[in-house]
């Protein structure tokens, strides 16, 4: 049974891909990340010889008070902070203990990075998070792409915020400047032809994203299937893709503004992800119980 503080494997697996996902923070020492040089989804690596530095930091990651202290103003938010180490024993215990001790309402992960790997669950290979080389979790990544969004370039964007780092920023900007502006500012491009981050074949961005960061799990992989009907137009990949393609169009006429259409976006793709994760098999009818006649 978990400790007050702890949250298990299943708990927070329940959380991955949510909006409800906490912020994941990698205290292992070199010799057990070098053991196994891979992390949780959206997780962030910072020294726990250093951690009492780390209070500053996840002030100004989560716009809460960044004197240090985090006291009501972070106690009435729902954001939440979770440590691992290799076991979940005295590397992540002892780190929890100095960042409770500064307010930090912090738990660590039961059984570690062990038993998160034990259990199955996703894993991203540490060279392919874009955001490792900077020690203090500040410095996020920057992608660049086309204005005027439809589906990929949401669709990546709430994939890359969910599942791989949840402070990632996303220029849009006029299709001839992608380059020049990915040059300019350090960026990514994405979703633009002759780059890493594109299409594969038959294959979208999105796909690209999920196969490069290891991220297979299964409703993952079905709203892929739908994001690749609709991006692709052929809405004969799954029933859904069409009902994507129609929002998603609708929003693209609601918003001018390529950022408040992202952000309105992310609940769209939340919702698919939930009804791919918990509720394929449920239907809908009226009225609810028809009476046979005699």
Known sequence: MPS??????TQLSRLIGTPDYPTIIDVRSDEDFDDDPRMLPGSI????????????????????????????????????????CQKGKKISQGAMAHLRSLDVP????????????????????????????????????LWVTRYRPKIDRIACPWLIRRFIDPGARFLYVAPAEVMGAAEKYNALPFDVEGVFWTHRGDRCTFDTLIEEFDLNLKPLLHLAEIVRGADTDHHDLTPESAGLLAASLGLSRMYRDDWDQLEASMTLYDAFYRWCRDATNE????????ISSR
Do not use: C
Not at 116 to 131: C, E, V, Y
């Open 106 to 141: 912090t738990e660590s992960l039961e059984g570690g990075q062990f038993g998160w790997r034990d259990a199955n669950q996703p894993m991203i290979p540490a060279d392919k998070l874009l955001h490792l080389s900077d020690p203090m979790p500040l410095q996020r990544s």
């Open 45 to 84: 690596r910072h020294p726990f010889a250093k951690i009492e530095t780390l209070s500053s930091s996840l002030a100004k990651i989560l716009d809460t008070n960044p004197a240090g202290r985090f006291g009501s103003a972070f106690q009435s938010s729902h954001k939440r902070i979770v440590l691992y």
């Open 283 to 290: 239907s809908h009818d009226w009225p609810m119980h028809k």
């Open 4 to 9: 007050p503080n702890e949250i298990t494997v």
